[in-house]
T-cell receptor, first 115, second 110 residues
Framework: GAVVSQHPSRVICKSGTSVKIECRSL??????MFWYRQFPKQSLMLMAT?????????EQGVEKDKFLINHASLTLSTLTVTSAHPEDSSFYIC???????????FGPGTRLTVL | DAKTTQPTSMDCAEGRAANLPCNHS???????VYWYRQIHSQGPQYIIH???NNETNEMASLIITEDRKSSTLILPHATLRDTAVYYC???????????FGTGTSLTVIP
């Protein structure tokens, strides 16, 4: 149980385009979802916390107009990278949790390459 | 910001116990310690978590010091598949956010 999927697993796009990444909880209802970014040989960096039906809370330094997060249902959250640039190339990972479970369950990640 | 510090890397012989330390000296009374591991280019995998008491599950044991300022993750019989980066995380209330530190890169040697 507690499986989280992400789609796509890998995406390549041109600079200036927008890319949407989906995160789904397959066998549970996720009240909270989190989005992380990981650059090569670095640790995961929390970008934002998303509660179902409310606006996401972004970490300091993360541009909310560039990284649009939607959590419209208890099983789906989306991250849209708008006007992507090469420096946005990274590994994007989502996680989900639900009470009373306290641990986060992570998706497999999405590798974004912006040319 | 991460509230944990871990050694950058460790080696362990296959079949031996792997003991991974973590310091979290600024942990608050109601904050839990979580351990995850990440194999290259995959999402982190949950291992174990605890508050005060030592915990054990099918994957590992977690030993938390009495003052809660440090903990140790024990993999009792390391295998080659345990080679990964291990993250010790203090969960931050009330939003339950995880702030990852640098982690320990564990290499299990045949």
């Amino acid at each position: 149980g507690a499986v989280v999927s992400q789609h796509p697993s890998r995406v390549i796009c041109k600079s200036g385009t927008s890319v949407k990444i989906e995160c789904r909880s397959l066998d549970f209802q996720a009240t909270t979802m989190f989005w992380y970014r990981q650059f090569p040989k670095q640790s995961l960096m929390l970008m934002a916390t998303s509660n179902e039906g409310s606006k996401a809370t972004y970490e300091q330094g993360v541009e909310k107009d560039k990284f649009l997060i939607n959590h419209a249902s208890l099983t789906l959250s989306t991250l849209t990278v708008t006007s992507a640039h090469p420096e946005d190339s990274s590994f994007y990972i989502c996680s989900a949790s639900w009470p009373p479970r306290s641990e986060q369950f992570f998706g497999p990640g999405t590798r974004l390459t912006v040319l | 910001d991460a509230k944990t510090t871990q050694p950058t890397s460790m080696d362990c012989a296959e079949g031996r116990a792997a003991n991974l330390p973590c310091n979290h000296s600024t942990i608050s009374g109601n904050e839990y310690v979580y351990w995850y591991r990440q194999i290259h280019s995959q999402g982190p995998q949950y291992i174990i978590h605890g508050l005060k008491n030592n915990e054990t599950n099918e994957m590992a044991s977690l030993i938390i010091t009495e003052d809660r300022k440090s903990s140790t993750l024990i993999l009792p019989h390391a295998t080659l598949r345990d080679t990964a980066v291990y993250y010790c995380i203090v969960r931050v209330a009330p939003g339950n956010q995880f702030y990852f530190g640098t982690g320990t890169s564990l290499t299990v040697i045949p």
